[in-house]
Structure formats: C-alpha cells, structure tokens
C-alpha cells in the first residue's frame, strides 16, 4: 500500500528457506507495500528474533510499527483492508 511501509521477518537459513516467509514477501509485495525484508540466516538469529518479540514462528510481519502476525495473519489484514477500502 503506497505509503505505508512493512518490516518482514523471515527464516533463510543454509538448508532450508521458510514458503510462509517468501508467501508473506509476495503478499506485501503485491499489495504495493514498501518492504523492508529482514532476513533470520541462522538458527541463533531465529531464537533471538522469537525471544525478543515473544513469538514461536516466522515470517512475523510488522506495519506501520505494529505487529501484525505470520503469513496467515498478514492474508486475513490485508483482505480486510481491501473490504474497508
């Protein structure tokens, strides 16, 4: 969405790339979000990002400052963003 600008987190490490966090890239993507995509490349910068955020998954996706979820989460935003427009 022109103008409004989204933080992903997502899992890339060396033997395995999240589908959830590369579904959440295409999603902010194909809504016209600027993305800024933050990339967890070890297991130690997963745990970290889960611990400090108090979550247990990724992609979490933050817009605007605040959090809205996974990938799942991010689907059910943006449908209800797009029945209010």
Do not use: W
């Not at 933080?7 to 999603?27: E, T, W």
């Amino acid at each position: 969405m022109k103008g409004h600008t989204a933080i992903l987190y997502r899992m890339a490490l060396q033997n395995h790339v999240c589908p959830y966090g590369l579904r959440a890239k295409d999603l902010l993507e194909e809504a016209g979000y600027d993305t800024e995509d933050r990339v967890l490349r070890t297991r130690a910068e997963v745990d970290a990002f889960q611990d400090e955020h108090d979550v247990s998954t990724t992609p979490q996706v933050f817009i605007d400052g605040s959090r809205i979820g996974g990938a799942e989460e991010l689907e059910r935003y943006l449908i209800n963003e797009q029945s209010e427009a």
